[in-house]
């Protein structure tokens, strides 16, 4: 590496170091590309800064918005988009049934549809806006469920987030517990 290549490198991160800095690029008539803290005529003056929302780029007069521009409101903006029941980490005993209830908030709008899904199979049994429902006795074994609200116009989705619960089935040598009944 050339020495005056190694002392632009050292000028570029000196100018990151102390927080924002103007250089000045250029390419010389053999194509070669320079940086320097000096303007020199013809060079292309460049604002470099630390802050994560302006980077490098050309000066424009005008500054770069503090914070990122709001997303324009959509369909499926839901507040709460939460599987209710089962609570995370519950247990069903025997042959109970496993109550489901999705908490969506505000209620499901024209064209959109509810998808449950349990261990990662959609559930077919239900109408497209059942937000409560039981599944009938389930074998012994862990179960994740959850739901997607799909806008049926647009095809945007947003996911609840999955629960997990458990089915033990009792046992000769394990009893189910009368207060679990």
Do not use: C
């Not at 940086?35 to 929302?53: M, N, R, W």
């Not at 939460?82 to 519950?90: C, D, G, H, Y």
């Not at 209620?107 to 049994?125: A, F, H, R, V, Y």
């Not at 074994?141 to 997990?164: C, H, L, N, P």
Request: proline share 8%.
């Amino acid at each position: 590496m050339h020495l005056w290549r190694l002392w632009i490198v050292s000028g570029v991160l000196a100018a990151f170091a102390a927080g924002a800095a103007v250089i000045y690029k250029w390419t010389d008539a053999d194509g070669v590309v320079h940086y320097s803290d000096q303007a020199v005529p013809g060079a292309e003056k460049l604002f470099i800064s630390s802050t994560p929302t302006k980077g490098i780029g050309k000066t424009t007069g005008a500054a770069a918005p503090a914070t990122p521009p709001a997303k324009p409101p959509g369909r499926l903006d839901y507040k709460v988009l939460a599987v209710e029941s089962p609570t995370k980490e519950e247990v069903f005993f025997g042959d109970d049934v496993v109550p489901v209830r999705l908490g969506l908030e505000p209620g499901l709008k024209p064209d959109q549809e509810i998808i449950w899904n349990l261990n990662g199979s959609q559930l077919t049994d239900q109408g497209s806006d059942a937000l409560n429902f039981t599944l009938p006795a389930l074998s012994r074994g862990t179960y994740v469920i959850g739901a997607v609200i799909k806008d049926t116009t647009t095809g945007q989705t947003q996911s609840s987030e999955s629960v997990t619960f458990y089915v033990r089935q009792p046992s000769s040598l394990a009893p189910l517990n009368p207060q679990h009944k």
